[in-house]
């Protein structure tokens, strides 16, 4: 049964860190890109970052220089860190395994004085 699991949402100040996880079972984890997705109340969900199976990564524009994307094969984990949070960061993050379609139930994060 493959299951992504996130974890590490939080409500955060403006300018604040967060770190996301996003712990993959089921699956052999070291062959498959990963991504992180958002969405934000009434709009589509949206791609953040994606890392290959062999680390590379991109980004989506508006989070270039403040998120950072990797990966921990032995840990089956696929981690996103990101800082200088703005308020319009607030959305449900959620992982997927890109080349399988699946996907978690995702993470809150809220950016909020």
């Known amino acids: 049964q493959v299951q992504l699991v996130e974890s590490g949402g939080g409500l955060v100040q403006p300018g604040g860190s967060l770190r996301l996880s996003c712990a993959a079972s089921?699956?052999?984890?070291?062959?498959?890109?990963m991504g992180w997705y958002r969405q934000a109340p009434g709009k589509q969900r949206d791609l953040v970052a994606v890392?290959?199976?062999?680390?590379?990564?991109n980004y989506v524009d508006s989070v270039k220089g403040r998120f950072t994307i990797s990966r921990d094969n032995a840990k089956k984990t696929v981690i996103l860190q990101m800082n200088s949070l703005k308020p319009e960061d607030t959305a449900v993050y959620y992982c997927?395994?890109?080349?399988?379609?699946?996907w978690g139930k995702g993470t809150q994060v809220t950016v909020s004085s």
């Open positions: 890392i290959s199976r062999g680390g590379s990564t």
């Open positions: 089921g699956i052999l984890f070291s062959m498959y890109n």
């Open positions: 997927k395994c890109e080349n399988l379609g699946y």
